[in-house]
């Protein structure tokens, strides 16, 4: 038995996963997957593949790929949700904040520095006109996290997956003033260079997987298993299903080249790097 260990968020993307595990696909074929879930995200899951304490992650696009500039020496071996992420921009419910403009030059509050949170940050503040060099953070750790500082006035906003803060926002905890979609494929799967030495056990991992993602949706009962788990409404399961397509191939040079070229524009990185440092078998 070959033991894997994979990190990724709390959510309702990654339930395939857990039906890999649940119903033993991996053990019978020889894989002991152990998941780890990183409620903090991509910057910690970034950090774990950089001190060897996970072997692969289900993980960010433009997470990696920035963390991958800065000497992680992870590798890209598959896109896993082709679509897009719509990042929810939260205000504290109560707070006087109404508008996005009313958000300028209020504090941002982001899980970790180096995660989503935190870099699309970026991408938002340039699709208003901001000046992204503004911009300033309260790094927060968690969405509880963030619940605490922006009820304190800490930081004026927070983004966060749609779906996964949609409770949050039902329940008057925060308000939802706009939506900020990525404008690439928002979740790869990266592998640390050192494991890689398994290649054919990884390839394994990812045939397991795709049998399970290329179907997802018409598992019968699926919404309302993702709705039990996740605790989410059934409508906005149904919604989330909608807009969210899996992928069971390896991410395009394109949309490397589309992160980087973003990323660079933001002054995030200091040039672009040939594709080779990002995909394997380029």
Known sequence: MKTIRVAGVPEHFNLPWHLCIEEGKFKDNGLDVKWRDYPDGTGAMCKALRNGDVDVAVILTEGIVKDIHNGNDARIVQEY???????????????????????????????????????????????????????????????????????????????????????????????????????????????????????????????????????????????????KKYDQKKTDILQWLKITEWSQKQISIMEIDKVQEQLLELDLIPKKLENSHFLLNN
């Open 81 to 227: 949700i082709t679509s897009p992420l719509i990042w929810g921009i939260h205000v504290d419910a109560h707070s006087k904040f109404r508008s996005l403009e009313d958000l300028k030059n209020t504090k941002v509050a982001i899980s970790r520095y180096g995660s989503g949170s935190h870099l699309m940050a970026y991408v938002n503040a340039k699709n208003l006109g901001w000046d992204p060099n503004q911009l300033q953070f309260e790094e927060v750790g968690t969405i509880e996290g963030a619940i605490e500082a922006l009820k304190a006035g800490k930081a004026g906003y927070f983004l966060w997956e749609h779906f996964t803060t949609k409770p949050f926002v039902d329940k008057g905890v925060f308000r939802r003033l706009a939506d900020c979609p990525t404008p690439w494929p928002c979740f790869v799967i990266a592998v640390r260079k050192e494991f890689l030495e398994n290649y054919s056990t990884v390839l394994l991992m990812l045939k397991i997987l795709n049998s399970v993602t290329q179907n997802f949706k018409e598992i019968p009962g699926i919404a309302t298993a993702l709705s």
